[in-house]
Structures are given as C-alpha cells and as structure tokens.
C-alpha cells in the first residue's frame, strides 16, 4: 500500500502510536497501573525501532507481538473507554500492516474474550473484518476462530448486531475465498504435480491445498455440513446456525467464486458429493407435494414446501447451474427435470411463480440453454431437457388460460390487489368494458375465451430481474398477483427466443466470416504451408457442422412449444406492445429457422404471423395446408399431449377496415383489425429483413400480402408500385382513418420489400420469382371466365423485382419472362395488359440500365433481354401487341443506335405482323420500320440488313392498308440506295461475319445454310431485296404491283453493277425468270369478271376494269423490265455460262405474252422484244494479233455442237459459219465461238418472232364475236421489229426464211381493225396515208432489198421474191385481202360502238407498194434473177389488173399511178429485154404487155358522169404519153419484138387513130370527149412507125404500111357516108355522133399529111400517096356541108393539101416527096410524058379518074401485093 508505506504516512503512523499509547498510559494510569507501564514502554519501544530501523514498517511487524501487549492488555481491563481506544489503536495497525502473525492470534483470542463477555460487540466485528481483509496473516485455526466468532454474534438477542454480523460472516467468507484466487493467482505460473486423490476415502485429505485454498475448503465443507444440520469440522465453536443462512452463504460463495471450485478438485468433489444431494435432499418437500383441493390450513400427509427454503433452493440451484452445469451435468439434469416440475398446476402459486423466475434466469442464458441441448438434448438416451424446459411455458400457460388460477377466487380479476414488493398497484378494470364496441381496455392483458390475464411489467428485457426468488426476508408465501406468473412466463419465451437467436446468428456470422477469410487464404497460392491450409479448414468445417447440429438441434427442440405458445399469446394479446414482442418473436425465430435451413419450423412460424394478418378463419389454401400438416404434430410435454390450440373467433380488436376477401366466388365482406394490420407490417419487416432465407415460405408471405393487398384495396400504379385505389365492383372497400394513415405506409413498406430483394443471393431471388410466379398463376385462374377484376399484386411485384435487380437480370430474366408471357395470353384483358406492362417495362429498364460490362460487349445478354419482345409475337391478342410494338418504339427512339445483335429480334417483332392483325397494329409496326430504314439502317449490323429487307417486304405484302404496302416498297428503294451507297464498308463486314460463319460450320462439319449461298454474302444481300420485291410483284393488289415491279427494276437497274458477275445467274433464273413464270401464270389465269369499283367511291377505268387486265398491266411491266435489264446488262449476262438458254427462256416469254390474248400484253411483249434487239453485237475486235492463237479445239466440231435444236434449225446455212471457219486455215484469225453463241441467240429471236408472227396473223378458223384479232399497234410493232432482228441474222437469211417473212407480212397487213379503234388508227378515206403498220411492212422489205443489194450474190436470188411480196401488196389496191373467213365492213358503214371489224383502206399501201416496186425495178432491173424470174412480166400482170379496171378502181390515183409506174418500169426493162430476146426469157411477157395495153388504152369501165372535161384531157394525155412509149420504146424496135406483139399494138394503134366515141357524151363536150389528142398521137404513131427509116425487116414496113392503107380506106369510108347523108338530110341536122366522127376523121387526115411530111420521103410508099392523093376530091365534096365544126375541120384537113401544089420542077429535080418514082412506074397512074414533076402532074390530070382508080377494092389486095413485091425488086435500100 503506497499510501500506508510512504515517509510521510509511517511518521503519521509512528506519530499516532505514540499518541495511541500516551493516551492508553492517561487512561490507565490509576486504575491499571500495568497497563500504563506497558504502554510506556511500548512508546520507548516504538521510538527506537523508529530511530534504528530505516524500514520501519518491517521492524515495527517483527516487533508486533510486543507493540500489540499494551493494547492487547487495555482490551483486558474490559473498559468500554480503554477498550474502544485500544481497538482503534489495533484496527491502525493492521491497517498499516505491520502485525505479524503471532500477534494476530493473540488479538483473536483477545477478541474471542470480549465476545464471550459480550462487550463491544460491533466494534469486534468491526475489528475482525479490517484485521481479514487486510493482510492473510490469520489462517487455519486462528481464522476459524474469527469466523466462529462472527457466527456467534450473528445469533446475539440484538438485531443491530445480528444483522451487522451476517454481513460480517458474508464478507469474511468472501474474504477467505478472495484469498484462495489470489493465492492461485500467485502461484499460477509454478505447475504443481496433481496429487492423486484416494476416492473419498478421507473427506478432510486436503494435504495437497495451499494454505488459502485449505482454510477455504474447511469453510464451505463446514458450511454444506451446517446446512444439512450435521456438526462443523473447522468451525469449532459454533453453538447455532440457521438453514436460510446457511443457503444464502452457500449461494454467494458458489455464485461468486465459481472458478475456485472449477480449479480445484477438491472443491469439485465438495460440490459433487456435499452441495447436490444436500439441495436434492432440501427440495424433496416441494416435489412431493401436490396442491388438492383442500385448503391450506387443512393437514397433510406430505410436509408443504416451505418458502424460504424453497425459494433459496431455487437459487442455489440457478447459481449450480449457471456456474458448474459442465461439472454437474447429471446432477442438472435432476434439477431442471424438478423445475419444470415446479411449473404444474397443482404445485402452489408461489412455488410455480418461484419456478417461472428460476427458468426465467436459464432462458436469458443461451450459452448455458446450449449446453442443455447439447448434453441432454442432442443425446441419445437422455431427458430432452431443453425442449421440455420450453413446452412446459407453453404448457404453463395455456394452463393460465385453461384452469381458474388458484391465488385468486374467481377467474375474473375483480379485486384489487397489490404484489408483495409493493411496486405496482395494479388496478384493475372490469372486463366488461372489453365487450363494448370501441371501447379499449386501460390495461394491456391477455384475453382467451373468457379468460382475462392483466400483462404486468416484471422486467426489463433480456434481464431476469425476478420478484419472488429476492424476496429473502420472507416466511410465508407471498400472495402472487393475478397476471404475475403470465408475465413472467411471457418474458421468458421473449428472452429465450432473444437469446437463442441473438447468439446463434452471432456464431453463424462468426462462421461465415471465418469461411470467407479461410477461402480468401485458401485461394491463395501457397505452395509451403498449402497441407497445413487445408488441415485448418477441415478443422473448421468440422466445427462448424458441430456447431449447426447444435443450432439445428436447439431450433427444432424448442419451435414447436414456442410457436404453440406465441401463438395462443398472439391471438390472446390486447395490447399492441405486447403483439408487437410476439410478432418480434415469431419473427426472429422464422429469421433463424430460415437461416438454418430448417424449413418445416420456419414455414410454420410463417404461418403464423400470416394467419395473424388476415381476419379469423380466412380461406387461404396455402395457409390451411401448412397449418393442417402442423396441428397433425401434437407436443409431448410431461406425459401430457398438448394440441396447438386454434385461434379463438372472438377478437377484442378494433376494427380498421372492411373489404372483400379475393376469392372465386363472390363472398361478403370481412374486417381486418389493427392487430391484423400489425400482423401484416410484420410480415413485411421480416420479408424485408429476412427475405434471404424466406425460400419456399415467399410463397405463404405473398399469398397473405396479396390477400391483404386485396382486402385494402391497394392497386398496382406505373412500376409496379401499389397504391390505394378502389375496387373496380362489389362494394367499395371501407377504410377507418387510422388505416387510412397507414396505407401509404404499408405501400411503401411493400415497394422497399421488393426493392430490398436486390440485396438478396441469387437462390433466395429466385425463391422469390417462383413465389411470385405461382401466385401469379393462382390470380390468373381465378380470372379465368370471368370478367372481374382481378389480382395484379404478382405480377406487379415481379416487375417491381425485376426493376430493382437489373444488376443481375440474367439469372432472373428466364422464369420473369417466361411468367409474364404466360399473363401477356391470359383472356382477361386488364391482366394481360399488366403482363404486358410489366415485360416491356422491364425490357425497357433491361436495355437502359448501365449494365456492367455495357450491353454493348455482352451481346448475350442484350438477346437474353429482348427475346421476350420477340415471344410477345406469338400472342394472338391485338393489345398486347399494340404494347409490344409501342415498346419496340420507345427502344428504338432511346436505345436505337446501340441495339447491336438486337436487332434481328426487333425486326423479328415488326415482320411478326400478320394481314388479319388489324390496321392500328400493322401501322404502329410499320411506323416501327420507317423509323429504322430512315434513321438506324448505318448503326446496325450489317448482317441484320437482310431481315430488314424481309419486314419491309412483308409490310409490302400486308392488305390491310394498301398505302403501307407502298410506302413499304418505297423504303425497300430506300435501303436498296443505302446499300449502293455504303456498299463497300457493307460488303466488308458481310465478308467478314461470312468467314466466322463458315469457319463454325466447317467446325460443326456442316454445310453453311443460308438464302441464295454460295452468292457472296453482299450479293446475297441484294438478291434477297429483288426476291421480296420479286415477290410484292404478284401481289393480289394491282398499285402494289405496279411499284414493286418498278423498284425492282430500278434497283436492278440502278445498282446490279454491284453484284458479283456470278451472281446474275441467280438474279436472272431465281429472281427475274422466276418472277415472270409467276406473273405469266396469274395473268393467264386471272378472273375476267368486271370490277366495279375500287373500294370506297373510286372509279375504275375500264382499261383495268377486270382482274386479267390489271394482271395484263403487271405482265407488261415485268417483261418490259427483264427486257431492259437484258439489254442493258448484255455485257454481264452474255459470259455467264447459260446465256443461250436464259435467252430461249426470256424469248418464250416475250413469245407467250405477244401471242396472249391480251392487246396491252401483246404490244408490250413485242416493245420488249424490240429493245433486247438493240442490242449491238460485241464487234470483232480488229486489233487482233495477226498470227491467230494456237486452238486446240478443231473448230468446225465446236460450230456443230452450237447447232441450236432449239432454235428449230440447223446452225449450217448456205453461207455457213462453218465453212467460213474452215475456210480459216492461218491466212485470217478464226472466229471467236461467242460470235457463234450471238448468232445462235439472234437466230433463236428470229425463230420467236416467226413464231409469233404466224400464229398471230393467221386467221381464224371461225368467226364469232368473240375472236381475238390483233391490233394494229401490235402488228406495227412486230414487223417494226424484223429491220433491227434483220441486221443480225442477214448473213444467213435464206430464200425460206424470206417466205416465212413474206406470209407473216401479208398476213399482218390482211388483218382487219376494230371498228372502235379505226377512228384512231384510220385516216379518213379519201386521204391517201399508210397505217403505221403499212409503212413497216414495206420498210422491213426495204431494210431487206438494201441488205440483199450490197450482200452477196447468193442473197440477190431473194430479188424475185421480194417482187413478189410487193405486187401481191400492190394488188390490194384493187382486191382487199380477206382475213380467213372474218367479215369485214367498208369502213364508211362500220358502226364505232359496235364490235365490226373494218377493212382498211389498202390503196395507199399498195401505192407505195407499188412505187417501192418501180424504185427497186429500175435498180435491179438487168439482175439475172430479176430476168429468170420474169419479174418484169409480173409486173405487168400486176399492173394490169388496175390498170383494166381503170375508172373502176376504188381509187383513181391508182390507176394513174399503175399507169406512171408501167410506164417507168418499161422504159427501164423493155431495153432489157430487147436485150434477152434471143434468151427467150421474156418470151411470155409480151403477149401480157400487149394485153395490158389494150385493157388500158381501151377500157371497158366508163368514166364517172362528175369527171369534168380537164380531168378528162389529164387522163387523155395519160393515154397519150402510153402510146408515145409504144412510139418510143416498142416500135423503134420491132426487129427485137415478137411479130404477133407489134401486130397487136399495130392493131391497137389503128383501133385508137380512129376514134369511135363514147354514146354519154353531151353534144357540147363531144369534140372534147372524142380523145381527138389521143387518136392523133396513134395516128401519128402508125405513120411515124410506117415512115420510119429505121424499118430493118421487110415484115415491118408492111405491116406499117398495111396500116396506113387501113386507116385511109376507113377514112374515105367515113367521108362518102357523110356527104351521103348530109344530102339526104337536108336541112335537118345530122347525129351528134355522126358529126363527130367526121370531124375526127378530117382531123386524122390532117394529122396523117404532117406526118407524112415529117417522114422521110423515101420511107412512104407510092401506093400511100396514092391513098392520100385520092382524097383530095371526097373532101372538096364536103365543102357544102352546112355543120360549122365540119367546115372548120374541113378547113384544116384541106390546108396541108397546099404542099401538093407546087409548080413542076426541072427534070430529075428531087422533090420533097420521094416516092414519086414509085408513082410514075404504076402503068395506070403514070402522068403524060414521063414528067417526075408532082405538081404538074396533079393539075393535069383529072381528080376525078384518080379518084375513081382509088375507090376500086381490088387494089387493097392485089395492088398491095404487086407494090410489095416490086419494092423488093427495085429497092434495094430497103435492105
């Protein structure tokens, strides 16, 4: 002690003996004499050990003894002054320490004096106590003593004393008991050597003690022995003792030395063998008794349980328990079997009451409730302790409720008591209160049918501060108030669920965290102490299944009674406090069953708190069937069975709200109470908290939240969360303030239950979603059928809960999807729209949360979350997919640009649209599209490009709403132009997501399946978008097919120079050529009904009034557009391997549509025939090498395999190829086969067209209305076709190929026209134009002639041929050819709106025809097949039929033009002829010419009545210019002309020199009328041929002279009939006709005298101026004539006779007039004398005798003869 040792404090000390003994010396002084001395000397004493010693503590403790004397002696005196002083002086010493042990037996045995003496009794004890706990000087016998001593003043008659003495003997055992821990302390480090223990040979062997621990052990044995009423072994002396005293000092040592008897064998046997069969032995009255119904002053056998030792018993028993259960665990046993003895209704309160504080203790003891279980419980043939300590609460009080207690008279609480300590008074109210509607009870209780049990406020919790076990000052039982055991026994269930659970999750936390730290080291590499790692977590995994089974173990031993009776309490419970600690419970333990895993316990304590929230016998299956299987569980406690006690009905509670329960059947109302509501904020608190370890049991949480929900009527808002809303039907839910309040509370406590689920482990979510889910699937059957409203709450808190764990939606997103697919098909519209709801929120929020790693580089994931947008397409139900698609939209316009491999499944969504789905869907969907191709189609990847192409193509094909069809081909446009413009970033990417394709497929060991392979990927691409468009093409809608099938071959058009050259091969036979096969076979197909109207109001035009024509329009287009593309891409397509046969094929087509059925088609057809002729043939390339390439193949084999079957001839033609090749042997280079190949192609085109060309112009076999005829523009069109296929075929056109062509182009021109098209087609009549259709037919023979004239000479054999075409179209001016048997009107009779055909006007045509003839004549005219073929005489043959019908024509021009073109024709080919008379090959053209002639010259057809006189001198002069042909180019050369010809134009000639008039003429226009001009010319033609000096053959100047003289005589005749009848007439006029005829007669004499003067005078012959001569005196008759017009041509006949008179000239002098000689030689005219003079010779002689002489007949004949025969003889010249 610093403080007793320090200088200043020892001087003090030193200072105050000093003091002490002065003034015991004073007060000795007289009446003690020795006593003074001694204390005088002790102060000498005192003072040298001061002045020698430097430690004089020490010195003073060695001198103690002597020091002590004097006060030890002043003690003696008995004195009270003395004694106190000398005490006092004592008490400092030992204080300072320095009393040695001597000394302090001697001060003992002093004090032992004055106690015997009684004298200071409280300072003794006083004295004792400072002289034991200062120092451990007293031991053994000497403390003994003190102890004895405190003893026996502890039983003084004085209370003070007595009480002073007890706490002297409770400190002075502590004291001695300290000593033995500090004594182990002290000696702690030096291990002794154990003696061994003999048994219990001697119980007082405590040799092996040390000295503390042997006092120690002496006191407590002697202390058990005390209490047992047996005689101490240490304590001698003691004279009295109590057993209460004896317990409680028993009690403080045990309870606050526990380690001495721990440490120590010795004292573990004391316990063992003394302190157990003592307590066993104290409590054997209270067990055996039991509680009859006799009163308790009546006798009994069994000896009643005394309190105070009872209770004192209880407590030592907690305190052997508490402390020493591991040293004494059968003896426990024993004790905790008797107290839950103590807990039976037939023990007294007090004793039962006792006993609920005692178990009270061991419950807010886990550790020590643990150990019960694990040494009783968890054993095999042992007591279950722990589980019956629990039952027998439970059973306690249920027996509370059950049995009237016995501490009070009646079960109702009507008196007012108070509790033994007086703290409470607890006054009660009546319980009728209870009863009253809204009336609360002023005191919280218990209430059980009946039973009315007051809940005092016995402690604080988790403290077991108990009442009765304190109460050590009483005697007799206290009275126990009502309620008090209840508390108790209710606080000890609180505490011991506290503490089970408290340390138990503490130890399972401690375990986790250990297993965390022991994986992270384990993790680690460790390569040294790797063996000793895994031998530490074995160690630890061992001990932790130790520690579970114990866990386990204690839950499953104490759930059932706990539950049972928390239960009771819950549904008993009046108070809100009180329900709130219960709940808490309950709680607490479904938290730790849940943790363990202990899911039978946990589920059951779920129930409970469920069936807490709902109103009383609430039908909820899921809860009926968990109670079902545990009221089958009955709990044995004590023998007894106890059944869980079902709720009662009656409920106390106030109610807070009314609603209708969420069943199938419409039911009434039920009420939920605040004690439900509290119930349910439980339910909630522990899903919240404990939601981890819920598992199955979300299922009966959530069915009860449901159900709750329901009756409150909260509904599901945006997110999911819930709100208070009202019931869509039966009556509104009613709803108290109070709950009001609490509503949005619980709604938020609802949306922060779920929202917590994100904390949970991914197993306990997943318990949560199928609890969820199953929940879901009961609402959506119960809404089955039926149109009410029905519970959402599942499926809300299922988007609630996916919202909240978007962090780790993969492992949730399945089951929460698959969920709410199912909901999105329910039949009940308002749930399927939550179910949908629901999905696209949490798609949405899936695609928006920031997931880590981004969505962006976990594809996976952004599939996972929009497959379920893509399921939604598999629901039939408009709104929900209206939800989708909205969806879909939103994610467009948020998440569009990083949709990534989304997107097949987005557009899966759209092209998921179906035609029947209704217009709003398929419009929101394509709104969907739009926005894609307009603004996504550069972010997504290129891959997705072709499902694009698809959607849009399927929107294409949607009837709905034909505008999204359009506008659906307008985007396909669009994304044909985005792929043209990024092609090359496209094909990259293509080509690159290919080769990872192929590479898995090659890996898979498959083949790579994709549309269109082995395309290139881009090409595949396109192919696909002409495929969709291909397919939009025959779409039923005709405006559908118009725009695709324009797109279609823009976009090819446009953008083919894309595609790979390989893969037109697929673009032609997959796309085009598979297109055209379908548009064929609609069209042929289609329906010729009438349509009439286009929907709403539109009119239809009649040109597209029926299926087949708008079909007839697609057809049309779709060839137009192959057409083109093979033209413009001839390039491209030529190479591919099978050109020949995509030709043939597209050929069959252009032929099918040109022979349909079908004008528009036909046209069309043969327009696309026109522009794939266009094509130029690649041209030989000149820059060649000159030395040609080595071939392999012999060509001439190569050329015969090219002979096209198909084209229906063989390949080697006259002027073969063939041979041209085998001509070529080195000197030029060879040609290339695919100039072959193009040959085969155009003659393939020729063959169609031929083929087209004869089926369509043959005529019809029969007639009837409804034959098809083509059309005009058709035929135009086919014929304008042959110059352009000509140029490429012309090298091998034959002589066949020409009549093919020439039936095809008579046949075209013979078809008639409608009459409803003539208007249009038809010039008016009288206008001379050709059709369109005329003019190509003669421009094909035109491209031909000019082909054939520079072509070889084996083409020109075609000239005859070509004749021939051409006259037999000139003929038709004339004769109309007939079209089979199809009549056909003129077209001035034909009715328009009638259905008539109409022959055309052919004379135009044949005109032209006619002047092609005349132009290609005068050309080829000397060719040897023009002459062969005696073209020239069919020539004439044909002119002779116009021109002998003459005015008979259909039209004059013809016959003029007959006229013109004969004449031209001769002039050209009769020089020709004369040429090749001696061939002969003109032989038969004469005759017809001669004909011709005269069917010309001498028409048998009149002229018209209206042809006027200068029509009539043109058509004159047109005769005439004929006749001066014959004068010019016939007669000069009649030596080259058959005599039968010259005699018969002779014969015609003379016929027309002497004109016999037409009967019609009027009188006035008969001298015009006469065609005086036309006999002059013939007139003047038979002389100028009869007088020609170029006459070469005898033969010809008779016959010319032959005609002369018939011509005179038939003048004379005319002359001598006149001046005949003129006389005989006299004054009356002759015939007009009469005097015509004499008028043209003088006028022929007039004309024959000039031309008689223009001829040669040697080429007349005599005998003709003897004819003309003779004349002479008939005209000068005539003078007398009295008409004008013959005198006047009179005149003129006699004028010429003038030259005549001319005076005789000298002799031999040569006239003008040659023949005279011949004159003088003739006997009978020979003038007198010789004379040559011609002059004078006619006016000598008489006119009459010559007169005479010439009308003698017999000079025709034999003057003729003799003249004839003499010219020969004398005439020499004439040769």
Excluded at 157 to 168: R, V
Excluded at 992 to 1010: F, P, T, Y
Aim: aromatic share 8%.
């Amino acid at each position: 002690m610093s403080g007793t040792s320090s200088p200043e404090a020892v001087k003090k000390l030193l200072e105050n003996m000093q003091g002490d003994l002065r003034g015991l010396s004073l007060e000795c002084r007289k009446k003690f004499p020795p006593v003074k001395e001694a204390a005088e000397s002790g102060i000498i004493k005192v003072k040298t050990i001061a002045a020698r010693n430097t430690d004089i503590l020490a010195a003073l403790k060695e001198n103690s003894s002597e020091v002590v004397q004097p006060f030890l002696m002043g003690c003696g005196t008995k004195e009270p002054k003395i004694t106190q002083l000398c005490l006092a002086a004592i008490q400092r010493l030992m204080s300072h320490e320095v009393v040695s042990e001597a000394a302090a037996g001697n001060i003992i045995n002093m004090l032992w004096q004055l106690m015997e003496n009684s004298l200071e009794e409280l300072k003794l004890l006083q004295t004792v106590l400072v002289l034991l706990t200062t120092n451990t000087v007293v031991h053994d016998e000497a403390l003994s003593k003190a102890i004895v001593l405190c003893f026996r003043l502890h039983f003084t008659k004085d209370n003070i004393t007595n009480n002073t003495a007890a706490a002297t003997v409770r400190q002075v055992v502590t004291v001695v008991f300290e000593r033995v821990v500090a004594e182990d302390e002290r000696y702690k480090d030096t291990i002794d050597q154990p003696v061994a223990i003999q048994g219990n040979s001697n119980r007082r062997s405590v040799s092996t003690l040390k000295p503390c621990a042997k006092d120690a052990y002496m006191l407590f044995q002697d202390l058990c022995q005390l209490v047992n009423a047996d005689a101490p072994y240490w304590l001698v002396g003691m004279t009295e003792m109590t057993r209460t005293f004896g317990l409680e000092l028993l009690e403080s040592v045990l309870n606050d030395f526990p380690q001495v008897f721990l440490q120590h064998q010795e004292f573990s046997f004391l316990l063992k063998e003394r302190v157990c069969p003592l307590v066993i032995k104290l409590f054997s009255p209270n067990i055996k008794f039991r509680q009859g119904s006799s009163t308790s002053s009546s006798p009994a056998p069994v000896e009643k349980p005394y309190f105070p030792i009872c209770m004192r018993l209880l407590r030592v028993v907690s305190v052997l328990i508490k402390q020493f259960y591991s040293l004494l665990v059968t003896e426990c046993e024993i004790f905790l079997s008797l107290l839950v003895k103590f807990l039976d209704a037939d023990k007294p309160q007090w004793l039962r009451a006792v006993a609920v504080e005692s178990i009270h203790r061991l419950c807010v003891q886990p550790q020590l409730l643990r150990s019960f279980c694990q040494s009783y419980d968890m054993k095999q043939h042992s007591t279950k302790v722990f589980r019956d300590i629990v039952n027998a609460l439970g059973s306690f009080i249920q027996s509370l409720f059950l049995v009237p207690s016995t501490g009070n008279t009646s079960a109702t609480p009507s008196q007012t008591g108070s509790n033994a300590s007086g703290n409470t008074g607890s006054a009660q109210t009546n319980p009728g209160v209870l009863g009253m509607g809204g009336g609360a009870t002023v005191l919280p209780a218990f209430e059980y049918r009946g039973t009315w049990i007051p809940i005092l406020n016995v402690t604080v919790q988790g403290s077991a501060k108990a009442t009765y076990l304190e109460m050590l000052d009483k005697v007799e039982p206290p009275t126990i108030p009502e309620g008090y055991a209840m508390s108790v026994a209710f606080h000890c269930l609180l505490d011991l669920v506290r503490g089970i659970t408290t340390m138990i999750e503490g130890e399972l936390g401690e375990a986790e965290t250990v297993s965390q730290t022991t994986t992270e080291t384990t993790s680690l590499p460790a390569q040294s102490s790797e063996q000793q790692d895994l031998q530490s977590v074995s160690d630890q995994s061992e001990n932790e299944l130790v520690s579970r089974a114990v866990w386990e173990e204690m839950v499953n031993a104490c759930w059932c009674g706990l539950l049972a009776a928390l239960s009771l309490l819950l549904d008993a419970s009046t108070d809100e406090a009180a329900t709130e600690n219960i709940l808490k419970a309950e709680l607490t333990m479904a938290a730790l069953c849940g943790r363990l895993g202990l899911v039978t316990s946990r589920d059951a304590f779920i129930t409970a708190i469920c069936k807490g929230s709902l109103p009383p016998h609430y039908a909820l299956t899921v809860l009926n069937s968990t109670t079902a299987a545990l009221s089958s569980k009955s709990y044995s406690i004590q023998g007894q069975n106890v059944q869980m006690i079902s709720p009662s009905s009656e409920s106390h509670q106030q109610v807070v709200a009314v609603g209708q329960p969420l069943a199938l059947q419409p039911q009434g109302t039920v009420m939920l109470t605040s004690k439900n509501i509290q119930c349910m904020r439980t339910l909630l608190n522990l899903a919240h908290c404990h939601g981890a370890v819920l598992g199955t049991s979300w299922q009966l949480v959530l069915a009860t939240l449901q159900h709750l929900v329901w009756i409150l009527g909260l509904k599901p808002g945006v997110g999911g969360a819930l709100k208070p809303g009202r019931a869509v039907e039966g009556p509104s839910t009613v709803l108290t303030t109070a709950v009001m309040t609490d509503l949005p509370v619980i709604s938020n406590i609802l949306s922060r239950l779920f929202e917590s689920s994100q904390y949970l482990d991914d197993v306990s979510l997943h318990h949560l979603i199928n609890a969820l889910c199953s929940l879901s699937l009961e609402a959506m059957d119960m809404a089955y059928g039926n149109n009410k409203e029905p519970s959402l709450f599942a499926v809300a808190k299922l988007l609630e809960t996916g919202l909240v764990n978007m962090h780790r939606i993969e492992i949730l997103w399945r089951p929460l999807t698959g969920h709410l697919l199912e909901v999105c098909q329910h039949p009940n519209s308002r749930m399927r729209e939550w179910g949908a709801e629901a999905l696209t929120s949490l798609i949405k929020a899936g695609l928006t949360f920031s997931h880590d790693p981004p969505l962006s580089q976990n594809q996976r994931l952004q599939l996972l979350l929009l497959n379920p947008l893509k399921e939604l397409s598999n629901i039939s139900h408009p709104d929900i997919r209206i939800k989708q698609l909205e969806c879909v939209l939103q994610i467009l316009q948020s998440q569009g640009d990083s949709l990534g491999p989304g997107w097949p499944l987005v557009l899966g969504v759209m092209g998921a649209i179906r035609s029947d789905q209704g217009e709003s869907l398929i419009r929101t969907a394509f709104q969907c599209l739009q926005l894609v191709v307009t603004d996504f189609l550069p972010t997504m990847p290129c891959t997705c490009l072709q499902i694009v192409v698809e959607v849009a193509g399927s929107f294409g094909l949607h009837n709905q709403e034909l505008n999204i069809s359009l506008t659906s081909i307008g985007l396909l446009w669009n994304i044909s132009d985005y792929f043209f413009q990024r092609g090359e970033i496209i094909e990259k990417e293509l080509n690159k997501e290919e080769a990872v394709l192929q590479k898995q497929a090659e890996e898979k060991g498959v083949m790579l399946n994709r549309p269109f392979h082995p395309a290139p990927p881009f090409d595949c691409l396109w192919l696909c978008l002409y495929a969709k468009l291909g397919e939009l093409c025959v779409d039923p809608r005709p405006a559908v097919r118009k725009s695709a099938g324009q797109t279609l071959f823009s976009t090819i058009g446009a953008h083919g120079t894309l595609l790979q050259h390989s893969t037109w091969h697929t673009v032609i036979w997959k796309v085009l050529f598979h297109l055209l096969d379908r548009v064929r076979e609609s069209s042929t197909t289609a329906d010729k009904e009438k349509i009439e109207s286009g929907g709403g109001n539109i009119l239809i035009h009649h040109s597209r009034d029926t299926a087949e024509k708008q079909w007839a329009e697609t057809w049309v287009l779709t060839l137009a557009g192959v057409a083109r593309i093979f033209n413009t891409r001839r390039y491209l397509l030529q190479p591919l391997g099978d050109f020949s046969q995509a030709w043939d094929v597209l050929l069959d087509h252009i032929q099918s549509a040109a022979l349909s059925k079908n004008n528009e088609v036909s046209l069309a057809a043969l327009k696309s025939f026109q522009e794939i002729l266009q094509i130029v043939s690649p041209v030989r390339d000149s820059e060649k090498p000159d030395t040609p390439p080595a071939i392999n193949v012999s060509v001439p084999v190569v050329v015969g395999t090219t002979t096209a079957t198909s084209l229906g001839r063989s390949f080697m033609r006259t002027d073969s190829i063939g041979e041209r090749i085998g001509r070529y042997n080195g000197s030029e280079p060879p040609v290339i086969t695919d100039e072959i190949e193009d040959l085969n192609l155009w003659w393939a085109a020729w063959n169609s067209w031929y083929r087209i060309g004869s089926e369509s112009t043959r005529p019809p076999i029969t007639c009837d209305k409804l034959t098809f005829i083509p059309s005009q523009p058709f035929l135009t069109a086919l014929i304008q076709i042959f110059p352009a296929l000509y140029q490429h075929i012309k090298t091998g056109f034959s002589m066949d190929d020409l009549q093919k062509l020439g039936v095809i182009l008579h046949g075209a021109v013979s078809v008639p026209i409608s009459s409803d098209a003539s208007p249009f087609i038809l010039p008016s009549y009288t206008e001379a134009v050709l059709t369109s259709l005329q003019e190509a037919v003669l421009t094909a023979l035109d491209v031909l002639q000019k082909a054939i004239c520079v072509g070889s000479e084996s083409m020109q054999i075609m000239y005859p041929a070509i004749f021939d075409q051409l006259l037999a179209f000139v003929e038709f001016s004339c004769k109309p050819p007939q079209y089979g048997q199809l009549e056909t009107k003129h077209i001035a009779n034909a009715k328009y709106n009638q259905a008539e055909w109409v022959a055309l006007n052919y004379v135009p045509f044949a005109e032209r025809s006619l002047e092609v003839v005349v132009d290609l004549y005068q050309k080829t005219a000397c060719h040897k097949a023009v002459v062969t073929e005696k073209v020239l005489q069919n020539i004439i043959k044909t002119l002779r039929i116009p021109l002998s019908l003459k005015y008979s024509c259909p039209s004059e021009s013809t016959w003029k033009l007959a006229v013109s073109s004969l004449l031209k024709v001769l002039s050209i080919g009769l020089p020709v002829a004369r040429q090749h008379a001696s061939s002969g090959k003109f032989d038969s053209m004469w005759p017809e010419l001669a004909n011709t002639f005269e069917d010309f010259l001498f028409t048998k057809s009149t002229p018209p009545d209206n042809l006027s006189i200068q029509e009539f001198q043109k058509n004159e002069s047109i005769d005439v210019e004929v006749v001066q042909l014959i004068s010019t180019e016939i007669l000069p050369y009649a030596n080259f002309i058959p005599k039968e010809f010259v005699g018969q134009i002779m014969t015609m000639l003379n016929k027309g020199s002497i004109h016999s008039q037409s009967s019609s003429f009027t009188e006035a226009e008969i001298d015009i009328r006469m065609r005086e001009e036309f006999s002059k010319v013939c007139f003047e033609t038979l002389l100028q041929f009869s007088f020609s000096n170029k006459v070469t053959t005898p033969q010809e100047g008779y016959i010319s002279r032959m005609a002369l003289s018939v011509l005179l005589k038939r003048s004379q005749d005319v002359l001598h009939r006149y001046i005949e009848d003129e006389r005989l007439s006299g004054k009356c006029p002759l015939p007009r006709q009469q005097v015509t005829e004499i008028i043209f007669v003088l006028k022929a004499v007039s004309t024959l005298i000039d031309s008689l003067k223009k001829t040669q005078p040697e080429n007349v012959d005599a005998n003709t101026w003897a004819q003309v001569i003779a004349l002479y005196p008939t005209l000068v008759e005539c003078i007398t004539c009295s008409s004008s017009e013959v005198c006047s041509a009179l005149k003129e006949a006699l004028v010429p006779f003038k030259d005549f008179m001319h005076p005789p000239a000298s002799k031999g002098a040569s006239l003008w007039l040659p023949a005279i000689p011949a004159l003088l030689v003739m006997p009978s005219v020979s003038a007198p004398g010789g004379s040559k003079r011609w002059g004078w010779w006619m006016a000598k002689d008489s006119v009459a005798r010559l007169k005479q002489q010439l009308t003698t007949p017999k000079c025709f004949t034999s003057e003729r003869s003799m003249v004839t025969r003499r010219k020969e003889k004398y005439h020499p010249w004439h040769k």
